[in-house]
């Protein structure tokens, strides 16, 4: 017999609590030791090329190439927002003390930006359109940290927490870039560095501008949230689908940033109280729910393809289905489904 879902999570739970929540991730390739030592470390091709190479090979060559396992702080965000959730859950004083100490751990992680607090990738991480050296302020681990301490402070009434999430809306706000920037529409970029418009991070962003102004009441965050919201949901294909981004190197669709952009969707709609983005979530949540999964709950990577099979596609799946199970009555088998087959 299967073991159940919640032995398999306290499982699970174990074994990452005794690595102490550290680990690898998909492009960390650049903390390698050995590729440091090269001279190739200062070409773009060839960080592109090494990045690649890890994360697709079929054996794991971190060891081989010494890349350490380390925090991340996106995953240590996660980590809480699970934490958060299996206190919410049971209620019982172990659960408060680890949500506790993975948000303060959280907290230790954050970066200074220039106007306000962010975090960042603990690895230099080459993409096909931008270079981010490690520590670089990005809203991708901002965003997941704030949607932690919202969290946080509204399960445990701390002011400490909110402050910190705001400080992160001030980071957005002054330090990333805007692509675009109209009455009707907003673009946040990925980072201090670049201007590249990536649908899902723009949205977090947004997301994380909604989420602090439904709890300091502030209209002008709300305002610009909605308006990135906006400009995502105006360059929604007509089946439904979104690409990666503006580019045309950005042209894919995968599985998981599909996801982000749903979720995000909901929580902006949630926080602002609107409507206007409806019709756009349901068209992007049933391509969605119809092109990324095998019958068994496998979930694919690509909507023309179920390769990669990939943890990060299966667990945003869970999320993104327990977030949005209002949408549709089968979201919650199909999580459950999703579940099953990790």
């Not at 919640?6 to 102490?20: G, K, P, T």
């Not at 959730?85 to 992680?109: E, F, I, K, Y």
């Not at 692509?179 to 529409?185: G, H, K, L, R």
Request: glycine letters at 4%.
């Amino acid at each position: 017999m299967q073991p159940g879902l919640q032995q398999v999570f306290e499982e699970l739970l174990e074994w990452c609590h005794a690595r102490d929540f550290a680990g690898y991730d998909p492009f960390d390739a650049l903390n390698s030791q050995l590729f440091q030592a090269t001279p190739l470390k200062n070409s773009r091709t060839f960080r592109l090329a090494w990045t690649q190479l890890l994360k697709h090979a079929p054996l794991n060559l971190r060891p081989l190439v010494s890349v350490p396992v380390q925090r991340n702080a996106k995953g240590i965000a996660l980590f809480a927002l699970a934490a958060l959730a299996n206190h919410r859950r049971s209620q019982s004083q172990q659960s408060v003390v680890t949500a506790r100490g993975l948000l303060d751990d959280l907290l230790r992680m954050k970066l200074t930006s220039s106007t306000g607090t962010a975090w960042g990738y603990n690895f230099d991480w080459q993409s096909r359109v931008f270079f981010a050296p490690r520590g670089t302020p990005t809203i991708v681990p901002t965003a997941f940290a704030v949607r932690a301490l919202v969290e946080a402070a509204q399960i445990f009434g701390d002011d400490h927490f909110l402050r910190t999430a705001r400080s992160a809306c001030d980071f957005i706000l002054h330090d990333l870039k805007r692509s675009v920037d109209t009455d009707a529409e907003l673009c946040f970029s990925y980072s201090t560095h670049t201007k590249t418009r990536i649908y899902n991070a723009s949205l977090l962003a947004a997301e994380t501008l909604a989420s602090v102004s439904s709890l300091t009441n502030e209209a002008e965050l709300c305002e610009m949230a909605i308006r990135a919201a906006r400009y995502v949901t105006n360059r929604q294909r007509e089946d439904g689908a979104w690409t990666y981004g503006e580019e045309s190197t950005q042209a894919w669709v995968d599985n998981f940033h599909t996801a982000f952009v749903l979720s995000s969707l909901t929580r902006i709609m949630d926080c602002a109280g609107t409507d206007e983005f409806q019709q756009s979530l349901m068209r992007g949540f049933e391509f969605w729910r119809t092109r990324f999964f095998l019958a068994d709950g496998s979930p694919k990577y690509y909507d023309d393809s179920p390769y990669p099979f990939d943890i990060h596609s299966a667990a945003t799946a869970i999320a993104t289905l327990v977030d949005l199970n209002e949408l549709d009555p089968q979201a919650l088998p199909l999580a459950e489904r999703v579940a099953r087959w990790s």
